[in-house]
Structure formats: C-alpha cells, structure tokens
C-alpha cells in the first residue's frame, strides 16, 4: 500500500503537466493521466463480462430492491392516490430490478478497469501485483 501511495503522489507531480499536453477531446481523464490504483484486469470489458463479474450480494440487492419497491407501490396511501394497477406496478418492479442490476454492473466494470478496490477479481483472474508498479 505504501508503494501504491508514493506511485500515486510522483502520478499526481506529473499529472499538470501531462494534462496540458494531451488531447482535448479525451474523456477518460483520471484513468489515463492518473493511472489506476488498482490493477486492470480488462481495459474495456463486454457487458456479458460486467455480469459476470458481478458478486452474488449485488445480485440479491437487485432482487431486494425490486421487490421492496414492489411493495412500497402496494402501500395504502399511494393506492388510494395513484390506483394500485397490479400490471403497471409488476413492470416498474421489473424495470427497477434491472435498474439495480445495472448499477452492480457498473460497479463491477469499475472493478475490471482497475479504478475500485479488485483482490477478489485478481485473485479469480490469476493477476498478481508486480512490486515495481
């Protein structure tokens, strides 16, 4: 941790001066000015990789989230303002349950790419940290 720290303070000393320099239309910034501080296991990983990569506990917190919002539509004050319509409602819970699998995916993206903390994708992908990075 201590030689990730002193990578990133000599990164951020030369960070100005690369920033000047590089293209304007670059959007990735932080990742390719910074560098991560991770290591990266896929620069640009396929959708099906994301949901791969995704962890059992996001999974069941989509879950979750769809049908605790399911059941927040069912509650008496919104049925009696809104109309409980059971098909309206059973798609929204849907729709919120791939809402929430999207956001698992993304933050398994961010794990590929190197810019969250990654051990156990590291350790599934047989990546090892080298001692000079």
Known sequence: QLEQKMNRIERRDNMFGE????HKGDLMLK???MGT????????????????????????LALFGGYAFFLALKLKPLARTGGYL?????????TSFFVFEWFGMRRSMNRLQGTAPNERECYKYGIMESKER
């Open 19 to 22: 920033i000047a320099a590089m």
């Open 31 to 33: 990742s390719q000015q």
């Open 37 to 60: 501080a991770f290591p990266i296991i896929e620069p640009m990983p396929h959708i099906y990789e994301c949901w791969e990569g995704m962890r059992w506990y996001e999974h069941g």
């Open 86 to 94: 059971p098909k309206i409602s059973k798609f929204k819970a849907i």
